[in-house]
């Protein structure tokens, strides 16, 4: 009589790698549980030497100036090629152009453009 084949399910893999993943989130979660009172001291420190230093805003990327300090940006930086170009600086899909953009509209008159 001859042995039967080992039947392996197709979706053994994948729950394997999904344990995986959740281990590896738990030890992460732990770990950050772990050192919190550590990062606690580090971030007062460092608000200090902000307040000591009188810093600016932080530079949130280094690419374009209108995602650099969004705060500081002009409203037309982000159009500054053109109005329906599209975006060539990575970060300037997480930053939005500088608002609010006013009361002003589009019109082929100086009256309607002041409304």
């Known amino acids: 009589m001859t042995a039967l084949p080992r039947y392996r399910r197709p979706a053994t893999p994948v729950f394997g790698a999904l344990g995986l993943l959740m281990v590896l989130g738990m030890a992460e979660a732990a ?3 772990w050192h919190a009172p550590q990062e606690r001291q580090r971030l007062a420190r460092e608000r200090q030497i902000v307040a ?6 932080l530079a949130l990327f280094t690419e374009a100036r209108y995602t650099r300090h969004p705060a500081l940006a002009d409203h037309a930086a982000a159009f500054q090629d053109a109005p329906g170009s599209f975006e060539h600086f990575p970060s300037g899909s997480f930053v939005p152009p500088a608002g609010p ?8 008159s100086e009256a309607e453009v002041a409304r």
């Open 52 to 57: 000591d230093l009188g810093l600016s805003d």
């Open 101 to 108: 953009w006013g009361a002003a509209r589009l019109g082929f």
């Open 31 to 33: 770990d950050a549980l």
